[in-house]
T-cell receptor
Framework: AQKVTQAQTEISVVEKEDVTLDCVYETRDTTYYLFWYKQPPSGELVFLIRRNSFDEQNEISGRYSWNFQKSTSSFNFTITASQVVDSAVYFCALSPSNAGGTSYGKLTFGQGTILTVHP | NAGVTQTPKFRILKIGQSMTLQCTQDMNHNYMYWYRQDPGMGLKLIYYSVGAGITDKGEVPNGYNVSRSTTEDFPLRLELAAPSQTSVYFC?????????????FGSGTRLTVV
């Protein structure tokens, strides 16, 4: 079985602050993908990033950065200089990539972190 | 526009009624999924399909049925609606590995059972 835990239920920051959303996962699969999705107040799910378990390089995309540490089973997400438009629910998710496994292709979500950025 | 289309967007059902949530994708994706999202919670997998004619249960399948007769369509059937099925339902699809672009989600169906 696989499990994704997002320790922070809610985070509240003031605009321009940096904020880190934590994600810890459990899986028995040796290869897998990790994802982050954003769910703004409008309700749709927006894909942010996919990370292969083989690739532990950190990634930066504009104000967003991701820190993947396989040794601690963590895939944390940092927003630098937060903006009001970043207010949303953020989900971390896990999908096995081992074609022989029974969970192949099944995306498991964490419970989400509600981020509120105040002006 | 390419993507995942869900209908209806909103629906109110009475206890015991039945309905089908429609999901269509035009990206020729083999993998399709149904998730439900309860208030303040993450998404839980109901059913999924790895191709036409192949479906399997997810984490919370009770009270639901699915079919996959074509690559494009993956309808979700509620036979006897119960208040516990009040939720937002998302359909998703993805192509073959390595799922380079992640999973594409529909805009959701907000269902209320009263």
């Amino acid at each position: 079985a696989q499990k994704v835990t997002q320790a922070q239920t809610e985070i509240s920051v003031v605009e321009k602050e940096d904020v880190t959303l934590d994600c810890v996962y459990e899986t028995r699969d040796t290869t897998y993908y990790l994802f982050w999705y954003k769910q703004p107040p409008s309700g749709e799910l927006v894909f942010l990033i996919r990370r292969n378990s083989f690739d532990e390089q950190n990634e930066i995309s504009g104000r967003y950065s991701w820190n993947f540490q396989k040794s601690t089973s963590s895939f944390n997400f940092t927003i630098t200089a937060s903006q009001v438009v970043d207010s949303a629910v953020y989900f971390c998710a896990l999908s096995p990539s081992n074609a022989g496994g029974t969970s192949y292709g099944k995306l498991t979500f964490g419970q989400g972190t509600i981020l509120t950025v105040h002006p | 526009n390419a993507g995942v289309t869900q209908t209806p967007k909103f629906r109110i059902l009475k206890i015991g009624q039945s309905m089908t949530l429609q999901c269509t994708q035009d990206m020729n994706h083999n993998y399709m999924y149904w998730y439900r999202q309860d208030p303040g919670m993450g998404l839980k997998l109901i059913y999924y399909s790895v191709g036409a004619g192949i479906t399997d249960k997810g984490e919370v399948p009770n009270g639901y049925n699915v079919s996959r007769s074509t690559t494009e369509d993956f309808p979700l059937r509620l036979e006897l609606a119960a208040p516990s099925q009040t939720s937002v339902y998302f359909c998703a699809s993805t192509g073959q590995p390595p799922f380079s672009y992640g999973y594409t989600f529909g805009s959701g169906t907000r269902l209320t059972v009263v």
